[in-house]
């Protein structure tokens, strides 16, 4: 099992970039896949970004490709979302979670998730 907890979340204008960190305890957090989801308020959560155990394969929603980028590093079990170009519409509660092995874009497919960081885009 894995343990994610976020962090980097906060206030940022329009255009801004942040850089959420997701520290994902565990012994074998190469077999996770991990994910980023969001959630703004009266909105249903929604998948932001994943990336494969080895860091081999990454996917998008199409909402974030070009602005958004998912990396992790296996030696420090972490995985981060580096938010560039930020809008408006990207205020919401990030999540990060895991789920082992093949990736999958639904919040359903994840069964660790950590608490959320709040991201806020102001013009």
């Known amino acids: 099992q894995v343990q994610p907890v976020e962090s980097g979340g906060g206030l940022v204008q329009t255009g801004g970039s942040l850089r959420l960190s997701c520290a994902a305890s565990?012994?074998?957090?190469?077999?996770?896949?991990m994910a980023w989801f969001r959630q703004a308020p009266g909105k249903e959560r929604e998948f932001v970004a994943a990336?494969?155990?080895?860091?081999?394969?990454?996917f998008y929603a199409d909402s974030v490709k070009g602005r958004f980028t998912i990396s992790r590093d296996n030696a420090k079990n972490t995985v981060y979302l580096q938010l560039n170009s930020l809008k408006l519409e990207d205020t919401a509660v990030y999540y990060c979670?895991?789920?082992?092995?093949?990736?999958?874009?639904?919040?359903?497919?994840?069964?660790?998730w950590g608490q959320g960081t709040q991201v806020t885009v102001s013009s």
């Open positions: 979670a895991g789920r082992r092995n093949t990736v999958v874009i639904t919040s359903g497919g994840y069964a660790y």
């Open positions: 565990g012994r074998t957090f190469t077999a996770y896949t």
């Open positions: 990336i494969s155990g080895s860091g081999g394969n990454t």
